[in-house]
């Protein structure tokens, strides 16, 4: 009986750089995995090994490695036959299985064969004497496909954004605001989930790590439910980056304005010179659907500990501001797996992590918010596939904050009544 196994892509040369370092950048510490080589023969090849790549030097015992290549359909597998040398690590090259096969050799696109080497195969059938390599992928095998429980899972969040309507009638879409400061993942998140919705992951924001926001203008990105789908009732609204200085990133004069539907969508802008009513696209008199409906803060888990008392102050002025205003807050901490190994090992451990509870309550703790209110995400970033834990993750943080938008338009809708009844 065969057994299903889900496969992540963790390495992809043509992607990630045909070179030793590159290979074990993405893969180190990962296993067990399974190496492809693709030639322009059309031959598809590699290996199967169960110990983690790392750059030692020395050969490491794997009795259940083994070689394979494809006859149209038909996989041929070669196992190993000398198990204290089935894969060797070497920091310059790509996947070493014995002294047999080595894909990215020397860091290079092409691939070393010398059959009979701890593995018997005939280069012929393995690769037809062609060892110039088109692509070559690295997968880590995750023992199974997403069980059904949870692919159910993700199939209803996805189907609660979809239905989901606003409880004002004069509304269509959800607004919800991303601040935060520069490189917290603000734009990665809106990537991510569009990612989920496109069923690939895809990159319309731009975002990426710099010390000043790559952010320049205000934006208002809806999402689509696939590519040629209707538009989310939600739209995901991104601003310049908070930045510690004075006159640098985010101006709080200008988030006032965008906070009351008055900021046009692809304002430039300016942090010396906030917005000027007279300015062009200026919405002079925004109604309720032109409004944010609620705030969330974007704040890199890894930084937490180290936030300058200068962005703080900022972020605590910001909040202040919203609270005046009668707008629902939430906390989006990203860049989990970076910041705890256990999450980084398998993103189901969020919930299990102490260290990932400490910096809730530690975010929590600046921010002035309860724990209800902080939610823990991966948005997508070195991945070139979309992982189901990932996707529910995004989609349930997606869900809050429209709970938390049906909470503004309750109490907007209490505030009308309560007018009506005095006058």
Known sequence: ????????????????????????????????????????????????????????????????????????????????????????MIGNSGPYFGEALVLVHGSTPVAYSSPGNYYNFTAAEMHGDDLDLTECEV????????????????????????SYKPTVGSVTRARVLLIGPVGAGKSSFFNSVNSVFRGHVTSQAISGSSSTSLTTQFRSYSVKAGREGKPLPIILCDTMGLEES???????????????????????????????????????????????????????????????TGLEEKLDAIRRKVNLMGIPQLVLLTKVDEACPLVKEDVRNIYKSGYIKEMMQEVGSRLGVPLSCIIPVKNYSEELELVTDCDILLLSAVIQMLRFVDNYFDEFSSEERSCDISS
């Open 1 to 88: 009986m065969s057994t299903r196994v889900r496969l992540q892509l963790l390495y992809k040369a043509s992607v990630h750089g045909f070179t030793g370092a590159a290979f074990h950048q993405q893969c180190d510490h990962r296993s067990p995995t399974v190496s492809v080589g693709y030639n322009d023969s059309g031959f598809v090849f590699g290996g199967y090994t169960k110990q983690p790549f790392n750059q030692s030097g020395g050969f490491v015992n794997d009795d259940k490695a083994f070689l394979f290549t494809f006859t149209g359909e038909q996989l041929l597998k070669y196992p190993v036959t000398g198990p204290g040398n089935a894969v060797k």
């Open 139 to 162: 997968y880590q095998v995750e023992g199974s496909s997403p069980s059904p429980r949870l692919c159910r899972k993700r199939e209803e969040l996805i189907e609660s954004i979809k």
């Open 246 to 308: 004075k006159g640098a990133g985010l101006d709080i004069d200008d988030l006032n304005s965008i906070l009351k539907g008055h900021l046009p969508d692809c304002y430039q802008f300016n942090p010396s010179a906030p917005l000027h009513p007279e300015a062009h696209g200026y919405h002079k008199s925004p109604g309720l659907k032109d409004k944010v409906h609620c705030v969330v803060y974007v704040i890199d888990s890894c930084k937490i500990s180290i936030m300058p």
